[in-house]
């Protein structure tokens, strides 16, 4: 049965340029798809934070220029949403490294990583982006969860499969037996891309529209959140929500790199409940 895990009765958080943590709550998107009643999930919007300028509001990057104290605050909103989890972040690199969050918690680093897994309660696995796509992983038996971010190298690198057999190993079941949950990026519409992403995938009609710039110069529209279904079922995997909401066409929701450039980042966050 499909579970909302996003925080019930949250309401829309008025902005403020305030950098004080204050009573005022992210708004994060609902996450609504098949994962056990134990698993916990979050994707924030830009709303509800207290950056500004380029990063308004809710930017949740350390790494993009916007004021520390500014993303220290929006990062204990979003933290306060998923307590008593504790969240672990990530050096996302593009690639299809995939570590344990626990681990790298109790070692109080952020490995360079573009996915992580737990079995552990109250350990958050989360990602960045901004266009990128969040995937989210449950096993159906509550035993285990995880996150990836996929861009098109690490897609094409195989991050979505790397989470997805890990959260399986860890809960002792078949990755065929996971809910997944695809979280916003950039859209069918907006994603143009060169030979090299096409090369990269193979040249499938069905996730590359030919789109030829006014100089004749060869260019495609990509579906990222296609690419990524299409490798889930591959690996028996057909319990798949969201991935239905592109970041370049909604400026009040989503960061978004592809659109403005300088910009902030959205979370996605899964765990288990103690």
Avoid: Y
Wanted: with cysteine.
């Amino acid at each position: 049965m499909p579970v909302d895990a996003s925080p019930a009765g949250l309401k829309p958080a008025a902005r403020t340029g305030s950098s004080g943590a204050g009573a005022i709550s992210a708004l994060p998107l609902p996450v609504i798809w098949d994962a056990p009643g134990n698993v916990g999930a979050l994707m924030s919007t830009r709303q509800g934070g207290c950056s500004l300028g380029a990063f308004d509001s809710l930017n949740l990057g350390d790494h993009v220029g916007d004021d520390p104290a500014a993303v220290a605050a929006n990062r204990e909103r979003w933290g306060a949403l998923m307590l008593p989890a504790r969240p672990l972040w990530l050096r996302q690199v593009h690639g299809a490294v995939v570590v344990e969050a626990a681990d790298a918690l109790r070692q109080g680093r952020e490995p360079e990583a573009d996915g992580c897994w737990t079995s552990q309660p109250d350990v958050a696995c989360v990602v960045q982006v901004a266009d990128c796509l969040p995937v989210l992983f449950a096993a159906s038996n509550g035993r285990a969860v995880g996150v990836a971010h996929a861009g098109w190298r690490g897609l094409a690198a195989g991050v979505v499969e790397r989470t997805a057999e890990a959260v399986a190993r860890a809960a002792g079941c078949e990755p065929s037996s996971l809910a997944c949950w695809l979280g916003p990026c950039i859209g069918p519409r907006q994603f143009e891309v060169g030979a090299d992403v096409v090369r990269a995938f193979g040249a499938d009609e069905r996730f590359f529209t030919p789109r030829p710039r006014p100089d004749g110069q060869p260019r495609w529209l990509a579906d990222l959140a296609g690419l990524a279904r299409q490798r889930l079922q591959t690996l028996g995997l057909h319990r798949v929500a969201g991935g239905h909401w592109c970041t370049v066409e909604n400026p009040s929701d989503f960061f978004s790199f592809r659109r403005d450039g300088v910009t902030g980042r959205l979370a996605a966050a899964v765990w288990l409940r103690g």
